[in-house]
């Protein structure tokens, strides 16, 4: 399962995805992600997923900004308005990339970390007990920490190898859709709200 704006440029890609099968037994596999504009590896998303409190603060904030969006979107105070939009920036980082992780990570072959959804390969081991790729009550957002969540619970496999590459050119995808700022903004802070509130609920 890859975003459109992933590009396989690898001749073996499918016979090393196959190799590392035969001797992990992965439920999901995770390949170095190369974002080639920024020069950024963006696998392993995190080494480890959200704790249940961390999700709870991001909803509290979502939902509290989602409250103001309209005024603070349009707002002559500069110092709310540079607020939200460092908010819903570090957000949108941590979406694309993660959490903060030590330098050349991507190097090592690493188990049940957080995988980066642009491009995520299903095995017959997790196709065989789950019905869904994704939970289906999310789009975009919180998608790869759901993921790992559930894989978690169910003792499924996620395996990270430098093996298996591609290259990520990054925001072809949601920049197309919307010709207004405003919408597209308005667009992912609702998402972002419907996700988190599915992600709290496996918590519980």
């Not at 480890?48 to 979502?62: A, C, S, T």
């Not at 992912?188 to 519980?204: A, E, G, H, N, T």
Request: proline share 3%.
């Amino acid at each position: 399962v890859m975003n459109n704006d992933v590009l396989i440029s690898d001749a073996c890609f499918l016979r090393k995805v196959s190799e590392l099968y035969n001797n992990n037994q992965y439920a999901v596999l995770a390949p170095d992600i190369n974002n080639p504009r920024l020069s950024k590896h963006q696998n392993p998303f995190s080494i480890k997923g959200l704790e249940k409190n961390d999700v709870e603060q991001i909803y509290r904030k979502l939902k509290k900004n989602s409250e103001h969006f309209l005024v603070t979107f349009f707002c002559s105070h500069i110092k709310d308005k540079i607020r939200f939009n460092k908010f819903i920036r570090r957000l949108y980082e941590f979406f694309k990339y993660g959490i903060l992780k030590k330098e050349n990570l991507y190097k090592k072959e690493l188990r049940n970390i957080v995988p980066h959804g642009s491009c995520l390969i299903f095995s017959r081991n997790f196709i065989s007990k789950r019905k869904y790729a994704f939970n289906p009550c999310t789009f975009l957002y919180f998608e790869e920490n759901i993921l790992y969540q559930e894989c978690v619970t169910s003792g499924l496999d996620i395996l990270y190898s430098p093996v298996v590459f591609v290259d990520h050119l990054e925001d072809v995808s949601t920049g197309k859709v919307f010709n207004s700022d405003l919408k597209k903004e308005r667009y992912k802070l609702k998402q972002m709200i419907k996700s988190c509130k599915v992600f709290l609920d496996l918590f519980d």
